[in-house]
């Protein structure tokens, strides 16, 4: 080998231009390596812009540990990327930029303008300026024989060799900005253990009567009171708001609880969400209110005089217990209590916030390398994790990117 060879930088390829590729490109120009960054689409960053529509919610402001708790079953592992780069750097990396941040009531963490595209346009064009090479319309189709990277370009296909090689091709949700899961395929035939993608952050369907469907599809249901079973046969409750759908149930409420009512489902083929829809009154003081004489009114007039209820949820309590409701308001006191609604599955996937699944940790070692195809690495949605909304989605997608580059900086070193 020659001199001017052993000086020639290593070169990685990163392949996913979401805020877990750009970030990992980022730390390893940073460190002298020489960054090739493939995007499927005609530009990165899409889900990321989508994301920022209603206000860029970029990290949370919860304390550790509560905020790798946000991480369930691999808080502990995902604990370890944030000890790298947690909330704060984020905030601080966003602040580099010009992009100051602030905490909302709600404790998450939003750009002063709320905007994602200032920081996405900020941020790629920093990337070009200091070395990394962006390809776009590149969809990665994995090796070939050789073991070179395949791509599928608007000119036809391509080969390209890597010293290392850092996928983060996001998860199966939003197909259409680019996270299709079609990676699952040529990972599996190499031997990576993968677990099966599902809907995270999602809906669920609810077989509505056509009626109810078709009167209130739209219609908030708020303030509520969740309860529903843990997955440690514990009772859980949440209050907050959700929607009722033509199709079932959504909103942030009940997106805070579909890991444990989609792992329900999975397990048990059944799960059930209580609504409590009078979070104020007890149940002894609504039946004292609904006991009072109607004077002629409706039930459904009496239930939004005496117990408050707009026109949802006393079509909710119709829904459940039948026109002939209101001759028994002992029992319409308890279902306003603990109201059931049936879930039937979670909504398909490409239309879910995000999903859980993909590569399984232990495929991994620490420094996010895969132990079946040593030299690649995986970062961002693509792994088997999965958190609520609330920035914390976010805040791992560069914790783990930064993870995966400090991979390939000490692999590369050591080789």
């Known amino acids: 080998m020659s001199s001017t060879e052993a000086a020639s930088p290593r070169r990685v390829a990163v392949i996913g231009g979401g805020p877990a590729g750009l970030f990992a490109a980022e730390r390893l120009r940073a460190a002298g390596l020489d960054v090739d960054l493939y995007e499927a689409k005609g530009s990165p960053g899409r889900k990321f812009l989508i994301a920022g529509k209603g206000g860029l919610n970029l990290t949370h402001s919860d304390p550790r540990p509560l905020f790798d708790s946000r991480y369930r079953e691999q808080a502990g592992t995902v604990g370890r990327w944030l000890d790298g780069f947690d909330a704060q750097a984020l905030r601080d990396w966003a602040a580099g930029f010009g992009v100051e941040t602030y905490v909302g009531s709600s404790g998450r963490v939003f750009p002063v303008d709320r905007k994602a595209a200032p920081l996405l346009r900020g941020w790629v064009r920093r990337l070009k300026e200091q070395g990394v090479r962006l390809h776009v319309n590149h969809r990665w189709l994995g090796w070939d024989e050789a073991g070179a990277l395949r791509f599928a370009t608007e000119t036809g296909d391509t080969t390209s060799h ?222 088997d994790w999965e958190a609520p909304t609330g920035g914390y989605l976010l805040t791992a997608c560069y914790a783990s990117g930064q993870r995966a580059a400090e991979g390939v900086i000490a692999w590369l070193g050591r080789r």
């Open 162 to 383: 890597a010293d290392a090689t850092v996928l983060a091709l996001g998860g199966g949700s939003w197909p259409q900005l680019g996270s299709d899961g079609v990676w699952v395929a040529p990972l599996q035939a190499r031997g990576v253990d993968i677990a099966p993608l599902q809907s995270a952050n999602c809906g669920f369907d609810v077989d509505w009567t056509p009626f109810f469907a078709e009167r209130h599809a739209g219609a908030p249901l708020k303030p509520v009171v969740a309860h529903w079973q843990g997955l440690d046969g514990q009772p859980r409750e949440l209050q907050g708001e959700c929607v009722v759908s033509a199709y079932g149930i959504e909103g942030s409420l009940v997106y805070a609880l579909a890991a444990d009512l989609r792992e329900t489902l999975n397990r048990q083929g059944h799960a059930t969400l209580w609504l409590d829809l009078v979070p104020g009154r007890d149940e002894a003081r609504l039946l004292a209110d609904l006991s009072r004489p109607r004077k002629g009114r409706s039930f459904g007039e009496h239930l939004r005089r005496q117990a408050g209820l707009d026109a949802v949820k006393a079509a909710l309590v119709f829904e459940v217990l039948g026109k002939d409701a209101g001759n028994d308001p002992a029992t319409v006191a308890a279902t306003l209590k603990r109201l059931p609604v049936p879930l039937l599955r979670p909504r398909p996937m490409a239309e879910v916030i995000s999903t859980a699944g993909g590569v399984r940790l232990d495929a991994m070692d620490d420094g996010l390398m895969l132990r079946a195809l040593p030299g690649v690495f995986c970062a961002g949605e693509m792994l």
